[in-house]
């Protein structure tokens, strides 16, 4: 997990005239960070596990139940939804690590190695995912409106299934990095205090390794989603100018939501993490204030990127109408009943047979989604 750690990195000694002239400098005391650190993320961390949980389970039911409805497969998942579906799963694999987080900064981390490599994983793993599957569904909606004559033997949901695969593989290999690195170790927490953490660990070179990182993370986990999604967006907005003023004004309420939700989530950690970056590579002179800020500011805004786990099932399901519709028939209609007039249903409505996913073009356009 990238959160900001306070670790010996940031034990500098602050540069003054009494240490120029040989006497020993004043170490950057870090004691209001870790008391900050035990009160702040156990709150939000657990906040946010039970609104994602909750929030992404209701999105994996609701959108297998619409679609064992209509009696399809696999292939007669939209596009929408399959991006959707995966989204949901690395959302609540996400949201699973933050419990073991929450209670480390409680206490310590106590679950051992194994489970701290582990966690690492899958927090860098579903985190890169996550938001590459957002920029996906925007690609999708581009192709769907901008380009809507000419790309139905792009848009079938067996592509779908292969552009996931290779999302969650690519994802897996940059995880590696938690695999190979993640450890647990003591950490000076001031006063001769030492608490346990889950934290990357590098033998040699921990700054360039560190930097190289941060940067690919700032690249991939950020800065290609969003200008994908900015471009996928810019083009759906020119081309809906054509459409009815309240279709217009529905559908540009719903682009504008998507970016701003994303980009106040995200933006602020990743200039956070850009400017530790700098100041590691000399470009930025630091000192005890600015790391400091920086480890509050880390801490901070990592959970207002976290809750954008919380934040996906609202903007992505409950937008759409059929989505409240198949939510409310869900939870009204007792199991019974509903097992009753399924059999009904089926005896007078032949079922529709699916022959491939590229020959069901109509059907990977319709999503419960919208």
């Not at 793993?125 to 192709?143: E, K, V």
């Not at 592509?159 to 950490?187: R, T």
């Not at 279709?247 to 993490?273: D, T």
């Not at 032949?350 to 990977?364: A, Q, V, Y």
């Amino acid at each position: 997990m990238e959160s900001a750690t306070p670790t010996e990195d940031y034990w500098t000694y602050e540069e003054s005239s009494a240490s120029v002239a040989g006497v020993v400098a004043r170490p950057c005391l870090q004691d209001d960070v870790y008391s900050f650190a035990k009160m702040y993320p156990p709150v939000v961390y657990s906040l946010i596990f039970i609104l994602a949980v909750l929030g992404n389970v209701l999105v994996l039911c609701v959108i297998t139940r619409y679609k064992i409805s209509q009696r399809g497969g696999i292939c007669a998942f939209s596009l929408t939804d399959t991006f959707l579906l995966h989204l949901a799963v690395s959302d609540l694999l996400l949201a699973f690590t933050l419990p073991l987080f929450a209670v480390q900064w409680t206490h310590e981390w106590v679950f051992g190695t194994a489970l701290c490599k582990i966690s690492g994983a899958l927090f860098s793993l579903n985190r890169y995912s996550g938001i590459l599957f957002l920029a996906c569904i925007s690609f999708d909606r581009y192709l769907a409106i901008v380009h809507a004559v000419g790309s139905g033997w792009k848009r079938n949901t067996c592509h779908a299934q292969v552009a996931c695969a290779v999302i969650w593989v690519v994802c897996l290999g940059l995880s590696g990095v938690d695999i190979a690195f993640k450890q647990v170790s003591e950490v000076g927490t001031g006063e001769g205090q030492k608490m346990s953490l889950c934290q990357t660990w590098f033998v040699r070179n921990p700054d360039q390794w560190q930097v190289g990182l941060q940067l690919i993370s700032l690249i991939l986990g950020f800065g290609v989603p969003l200008l994908i999604m900015l471009y996928c967006y810019i083009h759906i907005f020119k081309s809906l100018c054509n459409a009815s003023r309240r279709q217009k004004r529905k559908s540009l309420r719903l682009i504008i939501s998507l970016v701003s939700v994303f980009v106040i989530c995200w933006a602020p950690y990743n200039c956070f993490r850009l400017a530790d970056s700098l100041e590691k590579l000399g470009v930025v002179a630091g000192g005890c204030q600015f790391g400091r800020v920086l480890d509050l500011g880390t801490l901070i805004t990592e959970s207002v990127g976290l809750s954008h786990c919380a934040l996906n099932p609202l903007l992505y399901g409950f937008v759409g109408v059929r989505f409240r519709k198949e939510l409310l028939k869900m939870f009204t209609e007792a199991p019974g009943r509903r097992g009753l007039l399924r059999m009904n249903d089926w005896k007078e409505k032949k079922p529709k047979k699916l022959t491939s996913c590229s020959s069901e073009s109509e059907i990977t356009s319709y999503s419960v989604m919208v």
